[in-house]
């Protein structure tokens, strides 16, 4: 989208909503079930009878969504799991599938969340290469005009979930893990959206690893990055005003996040103990 606003597409399209009801939740679960269960079976569709794949996270996980205003249809969500306490018990999704390096000692947890079930309606994955990914991405070579094409057909309900749950979580003064493919982490990377590894490749629909993202060194580098694309900072201001304006819920108490933070850099030296094994 080099020669269109981006966020003028996005303002005629979509409208992201913060599932704040139960009934608003249960669109987001009969999406996840459209996509995990019957679009690419990634989990078992008789687990669910009522059509809406959930499980123990979405309890106390923060979950957007996209509504597709010519259709009125709600095309894509995704949930950020938010950290429980300060116990051990409370692991997030990804630290049952793979070794990470991470110490998420219960010191460090509640600096943390986790992005997951990001889903996109079949319908909106039309393209070609899409259909079996989840976000509705495709990639191509290496060259400066393949990486251009990228950027221009990088699904706008991928793009725009993902960078929603990276402004919520810096908000809340938290970074994001998160457990991805290597070509959705390169994809992200040319989006801006910079992450670093924190363990192994393992087998979990694909190969797939953690990693970590810093919501305030993102952010910074958005602002002050001469090189990020203007197109792109103007789409990230956008989302930054919608949920400037939105409370969010969390165990069920409103509160509201302004988005201009204080100064104050976050670095590995404020987490009360070491970050790394």
Excluded at 130 to 145: Q, V
């Amino acid at each position: 989208m080099s020669h269109v606003s981006l966020s003028k597409h996005f303002l005629t399209y979509f409208e992201p909503v913060v599932a704040t009801t139960q009934t608003l939740k249960e669109e987001a679960f009969k999406i996840r079930y459209r996509v995990y269960c019957e679009d690419l079976g990634y989990e078992p569709a008789e687990k669910f009878p009522d059509y809406q794949e959930k499980d123990e996270y979405d309890d106390y996980s923060i979950h957007y969504l996209l509504r597709h205003i010519p259709s009125g249809l709600f095309a894509g969500c995704v949930r950020v799991i938010q950290p429980q306490g300060k116990s051990t018990y409370h692991v997030f999704p990804f630290e049952k599938l793979v070794r990470h390096d991470l110490n998420l000692s219960p010191g460090n947890r509640h600096q943390f969340c986790e992005i997951s079930r990001l889903a996109v309606l079949p319908e909106f994955r039309k393209r070609k290469g899409e259909k079996t990914l989840p976000e509705g991405l495709i990639f191509s070579g290496n060259d400066a005009e393949s990486i251009a094409h990228e950027r221009r057909q990088f699904s706008v309900i991928a793009l725009s979930l993902y960078w929603i749950s990276i402004i919520a979580s810096y908000n809340l003064h938290r970074d994001i893990l998160a457990l991805m493919e290597f070509r959705l982490v390169r994809h992200l990377n040319r989006c801006s959206i910079f992450s670093e590894q924190i363990g192994d490749f393992a087998e979990y629909h694909g190969k797939r690893a953690p990693f970590w993202i810093k919501t305030t060194h993102l952010m910074q580098r958005m602002n002050s990055d001469e090189e990020t694309n203007e197109n792109l900072k103007e789409f990230v201001t956008l989302l930054q005003t919608f949920l400037t304006s939105c409370p969010l819920f969390i165990d069920k108490v409103e509160v509201n996040h302004p988005i201009v933070r204080s100064n104050a850099k976050v670095d590995e030296k404020s987490f009360a103990t070491p970050l790394y094994r």
